[in-house]
């Protein structure tokens, strides 16, 4: 039985009566008996002394100690009797008979020898001997103190209470069974009488129990002769209620979640639908656009007077801002895709603040901004060039957003020493709270509604955001009308470490450095590969141009090995890039540097090319990328060169 259960307390209530009623009667019974156990044994041990009073007259009057001795001698085989003892009227012991406590008579009748023998389980009673016969009423007359010449003697009497106490403790005893039998009896009593009450009220909590557990048609078990009967009845009718709505509510979800996933399906194909268009208009879009930017840049360096100079400068600045929007599409899709991996590093602040510094100091001069960077020593740990896109995309949107004052670019330790907080901060208009969390959404610009593609794409705070979660970093914003904007990315803080800055490559501005080098070029469009071709060509390269895999194995079988490979990816047969590469690579026996360029954002070829250690640009390639990419190229193979001129010198 379950001691917190409603059982227990139903049978509780009913037994607590009967024990305080069994309880009361044991006390009552047990103070009377033992009440009236202590009159019996004052009474007798009274009539036990008035009694020797009578038989030691004589004695007292004749003076005759033996027989005296003879009465007290006598009484003390009496079981109860601890003492006797006769006095004569001058108080001088004339007989006595076991052991006596006191010296004296009047010793023996003070009150404090009676109470201390008391204490100890014995009583003491004494009576005077007279010369006449003592009255019947004298045993209710109170005692006369002190001696009295009328007066024979005196018998002093000592009664032990052990066979009181043990009287009392049988009464106790007698007392506590039949209390026990009673509460027995009693609990008997109340169990059955309360199990017809407790029986329905289980059979209620059964009921209840059922329907909680989702049995919304229990069986009745109520009868007509049930005092419960009509809540049972009710508690059928709810359930049966609750059993129709959950049968109502069960179709409506079931509706509900198949209209959701018919939404769900309609948003996934509209989502990829959506990455589908973006990544064939943004493969079809990159195409031209690249061969664009490589015309206009090989445009940019011939001779031109000042008007086309102007119309030069304002298609370059036009293919950038084309550039830029593609470029933030493909960011998306890398995004969305996966395949930004992240690579993180102990790296000084500071290497960071400068880049962003270098980047954007003419375009804030130019806007008549003050770029404020605070130089810092503080190192963090994160992936330097992830923090630093999105350090950079920031700190562009200020300058870019911001008419006059000041941008700031700053950092302070918080969290007690292991986080670094970095702000970038504007004097610009300020964002009003409505906007400040629709933001970060895709494509989403305050005050841009025209979709003026001067202002960008609306891209860059939601690249920001994504790439900042992916760092596993925070970002937050505080602005507001009026008063400026500042966005503060919190990043774990690193210990500082011995760095060195490399000293700086001394490169021809003329591009000297390229003069002569081979380049192998395949690409199936015609304009791009005449763009590519005719740009290279004005930077000294010695360039052979394949539109196909054939002509480049026809270039490889005829030419010595080329010291780089730019191929574009897909080049509409069943080879690719990839497969060009390796045959140049195989062909040359020795590891040609290559290049990839393609216009796909797929993650799988970004894979593939980091598995083949293999370079991928995404088209439209700035010339300003792809000529410090040939660059770097240029020393490494330098360096490989004489690695292996030494190692055939070693061989000799």
Same mark, same amino acid.
């Given at each position: 039985?379950?001691?917190?259960?409603?059982?227990?307390?139903?049978?509780?209530?009913?037994?607590?009566?009967?024990?305080?009623?069994?309880?009361?009667?044991?006390? !009552?019974?047990?103070?009377?008996?033992?009440?009236?156990?202590?009159?019996?044994?004052?009474?007798? /041990?009274?009539?036990?002394?008035?009694?020797?009073?009578?038989?030691?007259?004589?004695?007292?009057?004749?003076?005759?100690?033996?027989?005296?001795?003879?009465?007290?001698?006598?009484?003390?085989? =009496?079981?109860?009797?601890?003492?006797?003892?006769?006095?004569?009227?001058?108080?001088?012991?004339?007989?006595?008979?076991?052991?006596?406590?006191?010296? =004296?008579?009047?010793?023996?009748?003070?009150?404090?020898?009676? /109470?201390?023998?008391?204490?100890?389980?014995?009583? !003491?009673?004494?009576?005077? !001997?007279?010369?006449?016969?003592?009255?019947?009423?004298?045993?209710?007359?109170?005692?006369?103190?002190?001696?009295?010449?009328?007066?024979?003697?005196?018998?002093?009497?000592?009664?032990?209470?052990?066979?009181? *106490?043990?009287?009392?403790? =049988?009464?106790?005893?007698?007392?506590?069974?039949?209390?026990?039998?009673?509460?027995?009896?009693?609990?008997?009593?109340?169990?059955?009488?309360?199990?017809?009450?407790?029986?329905?009220?289980?059979?209620?909590?059964? /009921?209840?129990?059922?329907?909680?557990?989702?049995?919304?048609?229990?069986?009745?078990?109520?009868?007509?002769?049930?005092?419960?009967?009509?809540?049972?009845?009710?508690?059928?009718?709810?359930?049966?209620?609750? $059993?129709?709505?959950?049968?109502?509510?069960?179709?409506?979800?079931?509706?509900?979640?198949?209209?959701?996933?018919?939404?769900?399906?309609?948003?996934?194909?509209?989502?990829?639908?959506?990455?589908?268009?973006?990544?064939?208009?943004?493969? *079809?879009?990159?195409?031209?656009?690249? $061969?664009?930017?490589?015309?206009?840049?090989?445009?940019?360096?011939?001779?031109?007077?000042?008007?086309?100079?102007?119309?030069?400068?304002?298609?370059?600045?036009?293919?950038?801002?084309?550039?830029?929007?593609?470029?933030?599409?493909?960011?998306?899709?890398?995004?969305?895709?996966?395949?930004?991996?992240?690579?993180?590093?102990?790296?000084?602040?500071?290497?960071?603040?400068?880049?962003?510094?270098?980047?954007?100091?003419?375009?804030?001069?130019?806007?008549?901004?003050?770029?404020?960077?605070?130089?810092?020593?503080?190192?963090?740990?994160?992936?330097?060039?992830?923090?630093?896109?999105?350090?950079?995309?920031?700190?562009?949107?200020?300058?870019?957003?911001?008419?006059?004052?000041?941008?700031?670019?700053?950092?302070?330790?918080?969290?007690?020493?292991?986080?670094?907080?970095?702000?970038?901060?504007?004097?610009?208009?300020?964002?009003?709270?409505?906007?400040?969390?629709?933001?970060?959404?895709?494509?989403?610009?305050?005050?841009?509604?025209?979709?003026?593609?001067?202002?960008?794409?609306?891209?860059?705070?939601?690249?920001?955001?994504?790439?900042?979660?992916?760092?596993?970093?925070?970002?937050?914003?505080?602005?507001?009308?009026?008063?400026?904007?500042?966005?503060?990315?919190?990043?774990?803080?690193?210990?500082?470490? =011995?760095?060195?800055?490399?000293?700086?490559?001394?490169?021809?501005?003329?591009?000297?450095?390229?003069?002569?080098?081979?380049?192998?070029?395949?690409?199936?469009?015609?304009?791009?590969?005449?763009?590519?071709?005719?740009?290279?060509?004005?930077?000294?390269?010695?360039?052979?141009?394949?539109?196909?895999?054939?002509?480049?194995?026809?270039?490889?079988?005829?030419?010595?090995?080329?010291?780089? !490979?730019?191929?574009?990816?897909?080049?509409?047969?069943?080879?690719?890039?990839?497969?060009?590469?390796?045959?140049?690579? /195989?062909?040359?026996?020795?590891?040609?540097?290559?290049?990839?360029?393609?216009?796909?954002?797929?993650?799988?070829?970004?894979?593939?090319?980091?598995?083949?250690?293999?370079?991928?640009?995404?088209?439209?390639?700035?010339?300003?990328?792809?000529?410090?990419?040939?660059?770097?190229? $240029?020393?490494?193979?330098?360096?490989?060169?004489?690695?292996?001129?030494?190692?055939?010198?070693?061989?000799?």
């Amino acid at each position: 039985m379950r001691f917190q259960g409603i059982r227990f307390r139903m049978l509780l209530a009913a037994i607590t009566p009967v024990f305080l009623v069994v309880l009361a009667l044991m006390a !009552v019974f047990w103070t009377t008996r033992v009440s009236d156990l202590d009159s019996a044994h004052t009474t007798r /041990a009274r009539l036990i002394v008035q009694q020797l009073a009578r038989a030691s007259e004589y004695g007292l009057f004749s003076g005759n100690a033996a027989s005296l001795q003879a009465i007290a001698s006598g009484l003390k085989t =009496e079981s109860d009797v601890r003492s006797i003892a006769i006095f004569n009227g001058n108080g001088q012991v004339l007989a006595k008979a076991g052991e006596t406590r006191y010296a =004296e008579l009047p010793e023996a009748m003070g009150p404090n020898y009676i /109470a201390r023998q008391k204490r100890l389980g014995v009583d !003491v009673y004494w009576e005077r !001997v007279w010369t006449s016969n003592v009255a019947l009423d004298d045993f209710y007359s109170a005692p006369t103190q002190g001696l009295n010449s009328n007066v024979l003697g005196y018998v002093v009497l000592e009664v032990s209470r052990d066979r009181l *106490d043990q009287s009392g403790q =049988e009464t106790l005893l007698v007392a506590l069974g039949i209390g026990l039998v009673g509460l027995m009896l009693g609990g008997w009593l109340a169990s059955r009488l309360g199990e017809g009450v407790i029986g329905p009220v289980m059979r209620v909590s059964r /009921a209840i129990e059922r329907i909680g557990e989702g049995d919304l048609n229990p069986s009745s078990e109520a009868l007509p002769s049930d005092p419960l009967f009509d809540l049972q009845t009710r508690l059928n009718q709810m359930a049966q209620r609750l $059993a129709w709505g959950r049968e109502e509510l069960e179709y409506r979800v079931e509706v509900a979640t198949r209209e959701l996933r018919l939404k769900k399906e309609e948003a996934e194909s509209a989502t990829l639908a959506k990455s589908r268009f973006l990544a064939a208009a943004s493969h *079809d879009l990159r195409q031209p656009t690249h $061969a664009l930017g490589m015309f206009v840049a090989r445009l940019g360096q011939l001779p031109l007077d000042s008007s086309a100079r102007q119309v030069v400068d304002s298609l370059e600045a036009s293919v950038s801002s084309m550039q830029d929007l593609l470029d933030g599409l493909l960011d998306v899709s890398r995004l969305d895709a996966g395949a930004v991996q992240v690579h993180r590093t102990e790296a000084p602040l500071d290497k960071l603040f400068q880049a962003v510094h270098k980047a954007l100091v003419l375009l804030a001069s130019s806007k008549g901004l003050r770029l404020r960077i605070r130089s810092t020593q503080e190192w963090f740990l994160s992936d330097p060039v992830l923090l630093q896109r999105v350090v950079m995309n920031l700190a562009n949107n200020a300058v870019r957003y911001t008419e006059q004052g000041t941008v700031l670019v700053a950092c302070r330790v918080i969290d007690g020493g292991t986080s670094l907080r970095i702000d970038v901060a504007d004097s610009g208009i300020g964002i009003s709270p409505e906007h400040q969390q629709e933001i970060f959404r895709e494509f989403y610009q305050v005050g841009n509604s025209g979709r003026d593609r001067t202002q960008g794409l609306g891209l860059g705070l939601n690249i920001v955001e994504r790439t900042v979660k992916l760092l596993g970093h925070s970002i937050s914003l505080r602005s507001d009308l009026g008063c400026g904007t500042r966005f503060s990315i919190v990043l774990p803080r690193a210990l500082p470490q =011995e760095f060195s800055a490399p000293a700086p490559l001394t490169l021809s501005p003329q591009g000297g450095e390229l003069e002569g080098m081979r380049i192998l070029i395949v690409e199936d469009d015609g304009f791009a590969l005449e763009a590519l071709q005719s740009l290279l060509q004005s930077w000294g390269c010695v360039v052979n141009a394949a539109a196909n895999v054939q002509q480049a194995l026809d270039f490889v079988n005829a030419y010595p090995a080329p010291d780089l !490979v730019l191929s574009d990816f897909r080049l509409g047969e069943d080879r690719n890039g990839m497969d060009v590469i390796d045959m140049v690579r /195989a062909h040359s026996r020795r590891p040609i540097a290559a290049c990839l360029m393609s216009g796909d954002t797929d993650a799988n070829l970004l894979h593939a090319a980091k598995a083949r250690n293999l370079t991928l640009l995404h088209k439209p390639v700035r010339p300003a990328k792809l000529r410090s990419l040939m660059r770097r190229l $240029a020393i490494s193979n330098a360096s490989d060169a004489e690695a292996h001129t030494q190692e055939l010198v070693a061989g000799r």
